[in-house]
């Protein structure tokens, strides 16, 4: 399945190289809104709660109204995650609040599920150079994607994997990576990173594996027919 995404800074929707470099910017929502409203799930990213630089509350809301979305960007607390699910997020993407002084925080991993479900807990776990990256992909973990998966399983129903490498590159992605991640959980996985063509989208989901995608969405470079 592919699940397109909307990141949203400073109001406006855009696509950043590598988590920094500004690429697309599209100031009206509105048409990527109508644009994704025949697939059944779609990744919605407050970057600028992320960089605890204030927030999209307002659209993050309003965009939940119309679209089935998964929503993600500091939640750093058991308060922000049951905020954006009273905005009408269908789950909450967790990344860097599980992670901590190097390793999982399985405290906070289990105190989050208890709190609002593993069910609608999606735990983000960022591959740069081959270990786990946090906190815009700044930091770099003493621990690998699957040693990560493996501790946080019981914490959630899905996992999204991003291969910081190629993230916003449009080169391809890293299949050997995902699988490795796939082979490491039973529970559903949705890949990120540099997936930019159809083909690779398929062969995601030939081993059950979700696709989100973004760059090559805003750019042209995939259409979207045939996809939803």
């Not at 697939?39 to 679209?67: E, H, M, T, W, Y």
């Not at 009408?88 to 208890?114: C, K, N, P, Q």
């Amino acid at each position: 399945m592919l699940i397109p995404s909307i990141d949203l800074q400073n109001g406006h929707v855009v696509q950043l190289v590598q988590g920094e470099k500004l690429a697309v910017e599209a100031p009206d929502p509105e048409p990527w809104i109508r644009k994704f409203e025949r697939f059944p799930r779609v990744q919605l990213i407050d970057l600028d709660a992320a960089k605890g630089q204030g927030d999209n509350a307002s659209i993050v809301a309003s965009i939940c109204a119309r679209l089935p979305c998964r929503v993600g960007g500091g939640i750093r607390s058991i308060e922000r995650a049951q905020a954006v699910l009273g905005q009408g997020a269908h789950a909450v993407i967790v990344s860097s609040a599980l992670f901590r002084g190097g390793a999982v925080d399985l405290e906070f991993a289990r105190t989050l599920a208890d709190a609002i479900g593993a069910e609608r807990v999606i735990a983000a776990v960022d591959s740069r150079g081959g270990r786990v990256a946090i906190h815009g992909w700044k930091d770099v973990l003493p621990i690998t994607a699957v040693e990560a998966v493996h501790a946080l399983e019981p914490y959630c129903s899905e996992f999204l994997y991003t291969h910081v490498d190629t993230e916003g590159l449009m080169q391809g992605t890293d299949m050997d990576a995902i699988l490795a991640v796939r082979g490491a959980t039973s529970r559903r996985l949705t890949a990120a990173g540099g997936i930019t063509t159809r083909e690779e989208i398929d062969r995601l989901h030939a081993d059950g594996i979700d696709a989100v995608v973004g760059m090559a969405i805003y750019t042209g470079l995939l259409s979207l027919d045939g996809l939803a």
